[in-house]
């Protein structure tokens, strides 16, 4: 058990999901006839596009509260943060800093909530969050569709439903689209890059690695591995829980003003609901787990999840014939992905509950966040 | 040794006199009461630690010395549970912990009874959790000073001081899954020794994961806290060391203080027999096995063993066991016998052939293991795989309805369902035979005491009617009145079912008393099998490695 030589066929029973991605994706790619250049092209601009809200999953795991479906909350923030900055008209970077400012409290808020319930639902945080993101949703459909025009001043009648309160269905972003993506874009043998974007995220995937080696980052990793021995050392597990699904649900409010801004416009009422599932399923696809997710995970989840998404439309279409198959493949994959890791995890845990009856955990073999 | 040792303590009482300003005791503990919904507990405990002074605390298992312990640190269970009465306190100034932190700013540091250690963590981290050493930087100002900067540098130098005090060899950077058993407990000690303005240390049983030398290891670094003018608290099952260590000893019964006397002024049997309330009798059974006993086919037949167990490494070990016997595996710390049975059941990675009634037994396969018909009592207590929050019935019963579907019953269409009858009564006899102290078989496990959850190890094992029943140090934390009790139960299955037992132990006197024929290992092979009344003399000698040279003919 503590063997210190990997064999080949546990490296590859370990990296399992993203293989079966990579060697899918090889498959589909000549059958789908996209060219390279549009290929890579398409993968630029959806690592600026997505990574950010991938990488908001990432402190929770670090917090053993599972990939946090709560961090659909810091989008929705960040949504309101956009249809007020679109409303006052401001737009260009200080539009989308001041939709970020607008966000962060109201991010600060959700998380705060989001917390406070996964701390009496401990051990069930992912289940939680993923109800906790309905009944939020109903609360934001409600300040969106009824206070927006009514109780909170909207100035701009174009943004309004024709019966004079609650926002349109789709909304565009008009001084915002791509305000980011364009701020310096450089093009590359035909391949534009997005650089800030880019940068942005980089300069966050820094930030995390900072922050694993803060105190506060020790912190959640123990109160991760073992909650009663963080308590026993007078750590303060239930607000350091509280603090890693606030940060989580900042990133994911930022990160969702990045992947509107690329996008350009807003569907009010839908845009945040597969956040959540796409991110978490990106995440999974690059080899994280509910309990061990790394940089790394995010990066080749980014890339694999999006390269079966581009490619399986057309795939589909020229191999049988019919688009909507791999539409609806990819929507299959997405949360089949997520409930098969489920599925794992809970067996994991039953075959562990049986390896400590015979006297050894195998938890420590597969629960470490770098 | 016994004199230097007296006068040392001479030393230290000349020094305690400078040393107390005031003339308040250190930690004074008045009239504590304590009932768990209404199974009073402690109902008047008032006793004095003084600095530098080392306090024995004894009784029986469920006597509720870990209780009283848990109200000293603040543990969040005592609040949850109703807090309790009487005061305790520092410095001649009340005291009442909230949680564990207002403990350990207060001064008070405890070792726990089970393991509180995050085992994919290094030593050092686990040393220095949530007081790590760290660097400033500018974005404190802004978020707080968790955000400051680990300082790993500063952290492992800090951890191996901790680690020197106590006198072992641990590397800073090991992880803590990867240690055995006894380093473990003395990380969990360096942990305590690392703080600075530690007054009082509270030592839950640390000593019944130790075998003799750890364990005399550990009493030195003891007494060298207490020449720091560090008050300790020591609890043990193993009476000699409260006797070698102590300057005080309390013996609690029902719930009181039966005796607060001067070491000095106690005996081994005496302290026994406070404990229990009766007479002990020290005197130990032997088997008495009939001639035609002897043999019997062979069980199990282990061929050029190697097993990969940190700390207890097992290097060449070729045995047979006989069906129906009981084999004692002897030897000094770290010298490989508690790998044998560990590799038997495939807990670490092992090499080489073992027979199992005729059949091959896979390695490195604890399912297979189980499903032949072995079963385990691990020497880990933290991994001695109780499921703490479930309840005594359902873990005395949750191995054997896993892999021999026992206590289960089979509906019509193979659909199978718990047996609750059968397991409510295989339960209460358990409870009944090992005495295990509870309020029935639905208390959850966590409520019981240490020594009473060991009990639901022996029993859990029990209930699987296993064929060959590893058992590594069974009686650990178990106290010296009911030792005998779990030996007999013991000798009891192996008679009744011929249950064979290979039975792993640090306490000689333990296997002299209950197997049949004694193998001790040094260096990770095993030199020599010796019929369990051979001579002391032979046993003392074969530990430290010298092969008998007219070695008995049936070994
Ligand atoms: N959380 C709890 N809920 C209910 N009962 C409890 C709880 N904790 C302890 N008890 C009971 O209190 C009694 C004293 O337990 P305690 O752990 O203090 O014993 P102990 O003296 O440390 O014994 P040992 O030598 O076996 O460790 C036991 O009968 C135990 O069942
Ligand atoms: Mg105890």
Known sequence: MSKKNISFSSLIISNIVPLIFLLFSIAAIPLSGLTPTYLVQEMVTRLGRNTFLVLSLLVPVMAGMGLNFGMVLGAMAGQIGLILVVDW???????????????????????????????KAKGREMVTSYILGFFINGVYQFVVLYCMGSIIPVSD?????????????????????????????????????????????????????WFNKTKLGQDMRAVGKDMAVADGAGIPVERTRILAIIISTILASYGQIIFLQNIGTINTYSSHEQTGIFAIAALLVGGATVARATIGNVFMGVILFHLMFVVSPLAGKNFIG??????????????????VTLLLHAWKRRRNLLAKQEGKSEENREDDVS | MFQAFHLFQMIRSSNKGERQISSNPLLSIKNIQKDFYGNKVLEDISFDLDRGEIVGLVGENGAGKSTLMNILFGMPVIQKTGGYKGTVQLNGK????????????????????????????????????NRESTQYNFLVELFGDRLQKLDRTAMKERAIRAIQTLGVDIHPDTLVSEMPVSYKQFTEIAREIDREQMKVLVLDEPTAVMTESEASTFLTAMK???????????????????????????????????????????????????????????????????????????????DKLKVDMPGERVKNVSLEVREGEILGIGGLAGQGKLGIANGIMGLYPAQGSIILNGKPLPLNNPLESLKAGVAFISEDRRGVGLLLNESLKLNIAFTAMQVKDRFIKRLPGGIKWQDWNELDASAKEFIDRLEIRCTGPDQRVVELSGGNQQKVCVAKVLAMEPKLLLASEPTRGIDIGAKQLVLEVLREFNQRDRTTIVMTSSELQELRSICDRIAIVYEGEIVGIVPADAPMEDIGLLMLGNKLVDEPTHA
């Open chain 1, 322 to 339: 019919d688009a909507q198959l791999g539409e609806h493949f990819r929507v299959f994959v997405s949360y089949g992905i997520i409930a």
């Open chain 2, 224 to 302: 060298r806290l207490a020449a720091r003018g560090i008050g300790q608290i020591f609890i043990s099952h193993r009476l000699h060391e409260i006797l070698e260590v102590c300057d005080k000893i309390v013996v609690l019964r029902d719930g009181k203080v039966i005796k607060n006397i001067p070491a000095s002024e106690a005996t081994l049997r005496n302290i026994a027999s406070w404990m229990v309330g009766r007479e002990v009798g020290t005197t130990s059974f032997r088997r008495a096995r009939s001639a035609d006993d002897q043999d019997t086919s062979v069980l199990l037949s282990i």
């Open chain 1, 89 to 119: 008209g401001i737009g260009g970077i200080p539009g989308l800093l001041i939709a970020a400012l607008v966000a962060t409290p109201l991010s600060i808020l959700l998380g705060y909530f989001c917390g406070f319930i996964m701390n």
């Open chain 1, 157 to 209: 009648p174009e943004l309004l439903l024709s019966r004079g309160y609650g926002i349109r269905n789709t909304m565009a972003l008009p001084g915002l689209r791509q305000a980011l993506d364009g701020l310096v874009s450089v093009e590359a043998s035909g391949i534009t890059i997005p650089v800030i974007s880019l940068l942005v995220t980089l300069v966050f995937c820094l930030l995390l690695t």
């Open chain 2, 94 to 129: 009340d005291i009442c912990f909230r949680d564990p932190v207002d403990a350990i700013e207060a001064g008070i540091g405890m070792v726990h009874q089970e393991f509180f250690l995050i085992p994919s963590f290094t030593a050092t981290e686990n040393i220095l959790l």
